[in-house]
């Protein structure tokens, strides 16, 4: 079954930088875009980032175009965000969704996503 | 776009139906999500092209509409339904917004 598994997350100082990752299994990873999804603590859900199949697209949102780089490792079936210049805005679990198209193209649609991982910002 | 949901929260009792209501403010054809998320748990996906029920989703869950009004129906609310539940559209880029979500709460 897809599995999503995200770790890295935990309390950063404001203006730091984290590395989040997310493991993927279950279905061939190299197939599917896979996007970053937010959620501060209470609130609803956030888009951050997304990656294409192929690496070759990289889209984000505008809090975040900048200062967060999202990458993957194909070998490794690793998802990453990289997060530098934090904030308090940033304070949120971290989510990694699966895009629900196979192959070339996005669709923005989430079908699978792990659990998520806490990331703090505080001093 | 805005996608605004209603009511925020939704009073049912188990077994009763329970309608939730989800707006675009610009047309979005049927590019369109429900998510459930229960305490502590990750969002799961429900419902997409606005009336395509996901793999393992039962059959007490629906969902209709198409360009600004969308609603998604639990036919019969079972004790495992009690979650927030969110619309996302995928028509337009940025993707998202979700809504803000509609609680179903128990009665």
């Known amino acids: 079954q897809v599995q999503l598994v995200e770790s890295g997350g935990g309390v950063v100082q404001p203006g730091r930088s984290l590395r989040l990752s997310c493991a993927a299994s279950g279905f061939p990873f190299s197939t599917h875009g896979v996007h970053w999804v937010r959620q501060a603590p209470g609130k609803g859900l956030e888009w951050v980032a997304v990656?294409?199949?192929?690496?070759?697209?990289?889209y984000y949102a505008d809090s975040v175009k900048g200062r967060f780089t999202i990458s993957r490792d194909d070998s490794r079936n690793t998802l990453y965000l990289q997060m530098h210049s934090l904030g308090a805005e940033d304070t949120a679990v971290y989510y990694c969704?699966?895009?629900?198209?196979?192959?070339?193209?996005?669709?923005?649609?989430?079908?699978?996503w792990g659990q998520g991982t806490l990331v703090t910002v505080s001093s | 776009i805005v996608m605004t949901q209603s009511p925020a929260t939704l009073s049912v009792s188990p077994g009763e139906r329970a309608t939730l209501s989800c707006r675009a403010s610009q047309g979005i054809t049927t590019n369109l999500a429900w998510y459930q998320q229960k305490p502590g748990q990750a969002p799961r996906l429900l419902i997409y092209s606005a009336s395509t029920r996901a793999t393992g989703i039962p059959a007490r869950f629906s969902g209709s509409g198409s360009g600004t009004k969308f609603t998604l129906t639990i036919s019969s609310l079972q004790p495992e339904d009690f979650a927030v539940y969110y619309c996302?559209?995928?028509?337009?880029?940025?993707?998202?917004?979700f809504g803000q979500g509609t609680k179903v709460e128990i009665k």
């Open positions: 990656i294409s199949s192929d690496g070759n697209k990289k």
């Open positions: 969704a699966r895009d629900g198209r196979a192959g070339p193209g996005l669709l923005y649609l989430f079908d699978y």
């Open positions: 996302q559209q995928y028509n337009f880029w940025p993707p998202g917004p």
